[in-house]
């Protein structure tokens, strides 16, 4: 699988490639009139129908379309202009625009490259020109950007969901507490940097009055709507996530049509856009159903389990041996590639050592969002040097304290799991 992904073939035509090889390599017990051949179609044909036809998966290409239609309009625009009021005071002051601005676009976006992009765009020079510090500028948005896959709707989310067979609205759900958390370790860090270190911000302070306050959050208002509607109607058990994401994209169309920027041409490429995006995930998880499907033909997953069980590892030494392995995968691989390829492999182990299937669904975005930030492959960091024009060096530089909390943040929902558990408990079924 590895020498087929380096030698630049299409990560789906990879994933079906390693299985036919697999299939081929075991001797299979066949009837005389069936060849490995006619065994092989019929299992790739059995992957692409069930893995595709799947009512859940129809949330998919809906969040990308929203997402594609907001980051068209002025979204992240009015975003920078309503936080810059209530940030003026804080400690830290606009350096926080990338954690909340961020926070608000993954809400309602569910990428995290698209959550980078829109909110760099806009960030990161207007901080440069007021004065602030570049280098904890980038790492912020770094390290923010990859709340797109941790709060809700997240397509890692979708996808580990329909693969593992757990509620997507659950996983939805179980996302909110630790993505504000981390948010908010973020904010921390801003404010300890700026006040152990004032340099990082400009001399003058800008000066708001309340009224100020109260006219830019009408710049806010509209996108808090539209996340109150989409993840409102799921934590209430009033609509499923197909059904919230179809009215998340009737909410960004309004939303754009508001705003007065939302033209026949941009309406195109934003359609065009998200089928390029739906059709290339889709394709990684036909590869992916088939190659589980031939992992579970030929007994790899039985075997492997059976091992990591005969080391008798404890749970925890167990989850911390994965958390390596995903941070290694990280380097060399993108995050729906990382689920994809490795979930049919270690989910049973992991379920067998005691571990929830949505907790560990939420474990896994956090490794997920660690390989955003993960040279050489952090796809984040190429995300940042093509809106920055800085060296990746500097910016794995600047991004290395978020990296660090994220991983604390993964200690903490190992140590406390009701943190994830929490919310989705609470529920309406």
Known sequence: MFLLLLSGLWIGFSLMGAGVMG????????????????????????????STNSWSLTALPLFILMGEILYRTQISTRLLNGLQPWLAGVPGRLLHINVVACSLFAAVSGSSAATTATVGKITLDELSKRGYDRSIAIGSLAGAGTLGFLIPPSLIMIIYGILSDTSIGKLFIAGVIPGLALASAYAVYIMVR??????????????????????????????????????????????????????????ALALAVWFKNLTVE????????????????????????????????????????????GLGLSPYVLIFVIAIMYLFLGMILDGISIVVMTLPIVLPIVVAAGFHPLWFGIFLVFMVELSQITPPVGFSIFVIEGISGEKVGDILKATFPFFIIMILMVIAITAFPDIVFYLPNQMVD
């Open 23 to 50: 299939m081929l390599m075991f001797k299979l017990n066949l009837p005389p009139t069936l060849s490995v051949w006619d065994k092989i179609g019929g299992l790739l044909a059995n992957s692409i129908w069930n």
């Open 194 to 251: 700026a006040t152990l270190d004032p340099g990082i911000m400009p001399v003058e302070e800008e000066r708001y009055t309340f009224k100020e306050k109260l006219a830019a959050s009408r710049e806010l208002f509209p996108v808090l709507l539209l996340i109150v509607v989409v993840l409102g109607g799921i934590y209430m058990g009033i609509t499923t996530p197909t059904e919230a994401a179809a009215i998340g994209v009737v909410g």
């Open 266 to 309: 941009n309406f195109r490429e934003a359609v065009l856009s998200a089928v390029q995006t739906t059709s290339m995930i889709s394709f990684i998880i036909v590869g992916a159903a088939f190659l589980s499907q031939v992992v579970g033909f030929v007994g790899i997953a039985r075997a492997l389990s059976l091992y990591i069980s």
